[in-house]
């Protein structure tokens, strides 16, 4: 019995201890370089530490930060050059890959020919017409004036009821 039992934790530890990859998928749009991270058996690699080198200082990290919960990280690089990153789930797994960033991803050309103005752009939002108005806005909007002309009308009464009986 004692020699099934160290049997059966000899084969726990080996298959904890049989390690997978990690597995690093790029997407770059511009101007951001985003990391998608896996294990090797498409396990997402969730919160796991990053670290960022800049082309200018490989021996001082540039950022840090973490995946998020589905094993994504997005950065925004500033200049030129090959970019390092560092992917590490603190218990053994890690992964480094480095990115080449060149001046069109940088400064894409942009397809408008139009100059471009802040003319005319303002922080204002526009003016509402009726029809953005809902509809129990626009009821108690009317009842309110009904109410109004209403009182007018019976005060213009009272004054006259009044001017009458004290005789002017």
């Not at 049989?18 to 597995?23: D, L, S």
């Not at 749009?29 to 080198?53: E, H």
Request: proline share 4%.
């Amino acid at each position: 019995m004692k020699r099934l039992s160290f049997s059966f934790v000899l084969i726990l530890l080996a298959t904890l201890a049989f390690g997978h990859g990690v597995k690093i998928n790029t997407t770059m749009k511009s101007p951001t370089v985003i990391l998608r991270c896996d294990y090797d058996g498409a396990d997402l690699m969730s919160y796991a530490a990053v670290q960022v080198f800049s082309p200018i200082n490989t021996e001082i990290e540039y950022q840090s930060g973490r995946t998020d919960a589905e094993g994504k990280f997005a950065f925004i690089p500033n200049t030129v050059g090959t970019w390092k990153f560092v992917v590490d789930d603190e218990i053994g797994h890690m992964e480094e890959i480095q990115i080449q960033i060149d001046d069109s991803f940088l400064h894409p050309v942009s397809v408008s020919t139009k100059p471009v103005s802040d003319e005319g752009i303002t922080d204002e939002k526009p003016i509402s017409t009726v029809k953005d108005i809902p509809i129990l806005y626009k009821l108690i909007f009317g009842l309110g004036i009904i109410f109004g002309i209403t009182g007018l009308a019976y005060w213009a009464k009272a004054k006259k009821t009044l001017n009458v009986e004290n005789g002017e």
